[in-house]
């Protein structure tokens, strides 16, 4: 069983940037598809960006231009780093890992995630 650990949440005003990270249990890390999901409180998780194995992104529309998701295969890391953040990205942020990038419903096993808020 894969595990994911997250970190790098926090609160922060509008505008101002955070850089999340989550570490990947297991040796197979760079055959993963990655992706970044997110769930506000009373609304169903959804998913924010995703890389490919092979590097490429790809992002909703709301974080688009703001969020920037890479991977570093050799530490078993994927990062998202969020800037211009707004209240509506107040979430707990969690990461996930496929054979491809798909939406939340089609993965098992998730980690404790990480809290964002944007207030101020």
């Known amino acids: 069983q894969v595990q994911f650990v997250e970190s790098g949440g926090g609160l922060v005003q509008p505008g101002e940037s955070l850089r999340l990270n989550c570490i990947v249990s297991g040796n197979t890390f760079n055959t993963y598809a990655m992706a970044w999901f997110r769930q506000a409180t009373g609304n169903e998780r959804e998913l924010v960006a995703g890389?490919?194995?092979?590097?490429?992104?790809n992002y909703i529309d709301a974080v688009k231009g703001r969020f920037t998701i890479s991977r570093d295969n050799s530490k078993n890391l994927v990062s998202l780093q969020m800037n211009g953040l707004k209240p509506e990205d107040t979430a707990v942020y969690y990461c996930?890992?496929?054979?491809?990038?798909?939406?939340?419903?089609?993965?098992?096993?998730w980690g404790q995630g990480t809290q964002v808020i944007v207030a101020g």
């Open positions: 890389i490919t194995k092979d590097g490429i992104a």
């Open positions: 996930n890992a496929g054979i491809s990038i798909g939406q939340p419903h089609e993965y098992v096993f």
